[in-house]
Nanobody, 122 residues
Framework: QVQLVESGGGLVQAGGSLRLSCAAS????????MDWFRQAPGKEREVVAR????????YYEDSVKGRFTISRDNAKNTVYLQMNSLKPEDTAVYSCAARRGSFSDYSRYDYWGQGTQVTVSS
């Protein structure tokens, strides 16, 4: 069993930065690929970034490329999302999710966090 807890959200002005953390319980964190999602009010949930179990494979959604950085520290059971040059359209609830298996297999997620609110003011 793995529990995921996000932190680091908040209110920031456009152009500012935030770093989100997703802390996992359990001893098997390093076996999971980790994804960050976001969901804005009235919109579909969308993936923001993905990182494989070792950190050697990373994916970013086009709108965040060059601004967001995903990383992980398996010794600390934590995945991070560094968000720079934030825009009002980045406002959403950000959640992390864990999945086993191939990095390119998005068919099943094993665990989800509760989410953390990010609000970017203009």
């Amino acid at each position: 069993q793995v529990q995921l807890v996000e932190s680091g959200g908040g209110l920031v002005q456009a152009g500012g930065s935030l770093r989100l953390s997703c802390a996992a319980s359990g001893r098997t964190f390093s076996m999971y690929n980790m994804d960050w999602f976001r969901q804005a009010p009235g919109k579909e949930r969308e993936v923001v970034a993905r990182i494989n179990w070792s950190g050697s494979s990373i994916y970013y959604e086009d709108s965040v490329k060059g601004r967001f950085t995903i990383s992980r520290d398996n010794a600390k059971n934590t995945v991070y999302l560094q968000m720079n040059s934030l825009k009002p359209e980045d406002t959403a609830v950000y959640s992390c999710a864990a999945r086993r298996g191939s990095f390119s297999d998005y068919s099943r997620y094993d665990y989800w966090g509760q989410g953390t609110q990010v609000t970017v003011s203009s």
